[in-house]
């Protein structure tokens, strides 16, 4: 089972976010999935947020590419560490286009029930993000 959990993880990157596939949300995403992620508060449940978010992302950054590194299974859960770049090319919550690019990590749990990704904690680099496109102040020796 567990490999197929993280198959399920792989195509949830690999073709929602990197093929820009929106309509595969609705094959992987259960209906009533949670999304818990702190510099995503409020996302939708179940596909319709998963379609949300890739929107929101894929607009201001265009060229967003996700790479994965570990992909962990156990159980019904799966853990990925995963890397995405992207170019700022259009506005982010307010934030105004800035033509940078940014390099970022971050890590996923998954939860699958049933075929689907039911619920997942994430956290990833926002300030790291914030940093990179000159709106948020670094650390003094960073």
Same mark, same amino acid.
């Given at each position: ?56 992302? =894929?607009?201001?950054?265009? @060229?967003?590419?996700?790479? /994965?590194?570990? $992909? ?47 619920? =997942?904690?994430?956290?990833? @680099?926002?300030?790291?993000? /914030?940093?990179? $496109? ?9």
């Amino acid at each position: 089972m567990s490999a197929q959990n993280k198959a399920i993880v792989r195509r949830y990157f690999e073709e929602g976010w990197n093929q820009r596939k929106p309509a595969i949300m609705d094959e992987l995403i259960a209906i009533d999935a949670i999304d818990h992620d702190p510099a995503n508060p409020g996302v939708s449940p179940g596909p319709k947020g998963q379609k949300e978010l890739l929107a929101k992302y =894929t607009s201001a950054f265009p @060229d967003t590419k996700f790479t /994965l590194g570990d $992909l962990i299974g156990d159980g019904d859960l799966v853990a990925v560490r995963w890397t995405v770049r992207g170019t700022h090319r259009g506005e982010l919550q307010g934030i105004a286009p800035t033509g940078r690019q940014v390099n970022l990590t971050g890590i996923m749990i998954a939860r699958i029930a049933n075929g689907k990704i039911a619920e =997942t904690w994430s956290n990833w @680099d926002a300030l790291g993000m /914030l940093q990179q $496109l000159g709106v948020a102040a670094r650390a003094e020796g960073a």
